[in-house]
C-alpha cells in the first residue's frame, strides 16, 4: 500500500510563504502524476495543483497562478507546493494525492492514494 506524508504546514500571516512536502513509500512515485488539493471546512475538497510524472507539465487552479509552484523530485520520491502571498482564504487542510496510472488532471476521481494531509492557516 502506498503511503504519502504531507509536511510543511503551519501557521502564518498573510502575505508569508510555505513550502508543503509530500514524501512517498512503498512505491515510486515517477510513474504518476501529483497532485495537491485543499479541504477547507464546510466545502468541498479542490483542485489547487498537479504535476506530471515527468515534471514537464502542471497546472494550477486559477486564484492560485502566479503565487503557487508545484514541483517534484522524483529521485527523492517527493512532491512539493511552494506557495507564496498567502491569504487567510487559502486556510485549509492540504491533501497530496498519487494520480491512477496514466492519468493527469484536476478530478479527485483521477487520484488512487491520498495523504492525512497538513494544516495550512493564514491569519489576517
Known amino acids: 500500500q502506498v503511503q504519502l506524508v504531507e509536511s510543511g504546514g503551519g501557521l502564518v500571516q498573510a502575505g508569508a510563504s510555505l513550502r508543503l512536502s509530500c514524501a512517498a513509500s512503498r512505491r515510486t512515485i515517477s510513474n504518476y502524476a501529483m497532485g495537491w488539493f485543499p479541504h477547507a471546512p464546510g466545502e468541498e475538497r479542490a483542485f489547487v495543483a498537479v504535476i506530471n510524472r515527468g515534471g514537464g507539465s502542471t497546472d494550477y487552479a486559477d486564484y492560485v497562478k502566479g503565487r503557487v509552484t508545484i514541483s517534484r523530485d522524483n529521485a527523492k520520491n517527493t512532491a512539493y507546493l511552494q506557495m507564496n502571498s498567502l491569504k487567510p482564504e487559502d486556510t485549509a487542510v492540504y491533501y497530496c494525492?498519487?494520480?491512477?496510472?496514466?492519468?493527469?488532471?484536476?478530478?479527485?476521481?483521477?487520484?488512487?492514494?491520498w495523504g492525512q494531509g497538513t494544516q495550512v492557516t493564514v491569519s489576517s
Open positions: 494525492a498519487m494520480g491512477r496510472l496514466y492519468t493527469y488532471g484536476r478530478l479527485v476521481s483521477n487520484y488512487a492514494y
